[in-house]
């Protein structure tokens, strides 16, 4: 059943938002829309949280979903997870060669003064 929940999701929602954040950032389009946005930052602040690591958790349980998908016979999900990985892999390469960073936040700082 996670299976299923999960291929759907990357279908209906993950591909989509990846593909457009992609192709804004390829045109210098910013700001990102909100969850383009929420891609791009969420990979960035996981890849400085877990440095080498993060690929390699990515790689693994992508292939092995893969190859599970293709153990049950769901030609569907192997396709999904394919577009996936290449997806976010272009993505990984436009964030790296636009040099995006992530300003880090000031919640509860002493002195923040922004609220009304």
């Not at 990979?43 to 440095?51: D, N, S, T």
């Not at 997806?87 to 923040?112: D, R, T, Y």
Request: charged content about 10%.
């Amino acid at each position: 059943m996670g299976v299923l929940f999960y291929n759907l999701l990357l279908t209906f929602f993950i591909i989509p938002i990846t593909i457009r954040a992609f192709l804004s950032l390829k045109r210098g389009r910013h700001p990102l829309p909100h969850f383009q946005n929420n891609v791009v930052v969420n990979r960035i602040k996981l890849e400085k949280a877990i440095g080498m690591f993060s690929p390699i958790i990515f790689w693994v349980f992508h292939i092995s979903l893969l190859l599970w998908n293709f153990y049950i016979d769901a030609w569907l999900g192997v396709i999904v997870i394919a577009t996936y990985m290449v997806a976010s892999s272009m993505l990984s390469a436009q964030i790296k060669a636009k040099q995006i960073g992530v300003i880090p936040e000031s919640a509860g700082v002493v002195g923040n003064d922004t609220q009304s």
